[in-house]
């Protein structure tokens, strides 16, 4: 099955700072690989996404980067803001009924002033 | 505008008392999924019903079980909680499978004395 790992487990940068998260996975079938930000005692919300045919995607202070060559993703949140601070989970999945979305361990992401 | 819908928001049971968890949704979603989410941990898949066809997962214990009367709710009963099952239950749903978009209800903190 799907195995994702994803790193770092905690993130601390200052406002304004960049952020970056990387995720592997290890099953080449797989082809859609979410990111979920989820705030403590909240749901997952997801917050972008991207799909095998594309190698980036963004949305304002967003972006998710795919490497399907070397099987990595990576989250980048520019210009952080203490809002930004929670878990954020990636995860991929593949197609065909015996997929499934498999998440990655989570970074907890502290956004100091 | 809630779309996924959970109910109770926080349940307390003693151990190896039934309980049941509820979760609703007004997307019109084929595909209901039922997640454990324990502290500082990724959520966990137990199962899920695409239509009426119910898809356990290999790990899922089988003091877990679950009910799709319709297409709009879905149930978690846990036969005889034990301490190790307190945790979040998250339930999800897609309008298809895996790699369509899970949107995530607000989940179900259980508790067990």
């Known amino acids: 099955g799907e195995n994702v790992e994803q790193h770092p487990s905690t993130l601390s940068v200052q406002e304004g700072d960049s952020a970056v998260i990387k995720c592997t996975y290890s099953?080449?079938?797989?082809?859609?690989f979410p990111w979920y930000k989820q705030e403590l005692g909240k749901r997952p919300q997801l917050i972008i996404d991207i799909r095998s045919n594309v190698g980036e995607k963004k949305d304002q202070r967003i972006a998710v980067t795919l490497n399907k060559t070397a099987k990595h993703f990576s989250l980048h949140i520019t210009e952080t803001q203490p809002e930004d601070s929670a878990v954020y989970f990636c995860?991929?999945?593949?197609?065909?009924?015996?997929?499934?979305?498999?998440f990655g361990t989570g970074t907890r992401l502290q956004v100091t002033l | 505008d809630a779309m996924v819908i959970q109910n109770p928001r926080y349940q307390v049971t003693q151990f190896g008392k039934p309980v049941t968890l509820s979760c609703s949704q007004t997307l019109n979603h084929n595909v209901m999924y039922w997640y454990q989410q324990k502290s500082s941990q990724a959520p966990k898949l137990l199962f899920h019903?695409?239509?009426?066809?119910?898809?356990n997962e290999a790990d899922t214990p089988d003091n877990f079980q679950s009910r799709r009367p319709n297409t709009s709710f879905c149930f978690l009963d846990i036969r005889s909680p034990g301490l190790g099952d307190a945790a979040m239950y998250l339930c999800a749903t897609s309008r298809s499978h895996y790699t369509d978009t899970q949107y995530f209800g607000p989940g179900t903190r259980l508790t067990v004395l």
């Open positions: 995860a991929a999945s593949g197609t065909g009924t015996a997929s499934k979305l498999t």
């Open positions: 099953d080449s079938a797989s082809n859609y």
């Open positions: 019903y695409y239509d009426k066809d119910f898809n």
